[in-house]
Nanobody
Framework: EVQLVESGGGLVQPGGSLRLSCATSGFTFDRHAMTWVRQAPGKGLEWVSTISYNGSSTYFSESCKGRFTISRDNAKNTLYLQMNSLKSEDTAVYYC?????????????WGQGTRVTVSS
């Protein structure tokens, strides 16, 4: 059974940092690109970032570029999202998702999400 479990969310002040983790199991982690998406209150899903199967390629939305870093530890089957210089508009539930392919493709499995609240 494929499982993706996010953690690391919480309340942080504007300008602060958080690191999200996504622990995975039930599939061969290093054969899939992985993605973070988020959903702000009252809004639709927004793509945040994608990393290729071996971490050699990373992609970011314009709103997150330069502030967020995506990484993965294939030995631990874990995906990360380092978020710096957080803004109130980063408040959302963050989900990790598996991509079908090595470098991208549709997302076919999702975690349950971890909530990030940026507020003073």
């Amino acid at each position: 059974e494929v499982q993706l479990v996010e953690s690391g969310g919480g309340l942080v002040q504007p300008g602060g940092s958080l690191r999200l983790s996504c622990a995975t199991s039930g599939f061969t982690f290093d054969r899939h690109a992985m993605t973070w998406v988020r959903q702000a209150p009252g809004k639709g899903l927004e793509w945040v970032s994608t990393i290729s199967y071996n971490g050699s390629s990373t992609y970011f939305s314009e709103s997150c570029k330069g502030r967020f870093t995506i990484s993965r530890d294939n030995a631990k089957n874990t995906l990360y999202l380092q978020m710096n210089s957080l803004k109130s508009e980063d408040t959302a539930v963050y989900y990790c998702a598996r991509n079908r392919g090595y470098s991208g493709g549709n997302n076919d499995y999702w975690g349950q999400g971890t909530r990030v609240t940026v507020s003073s």
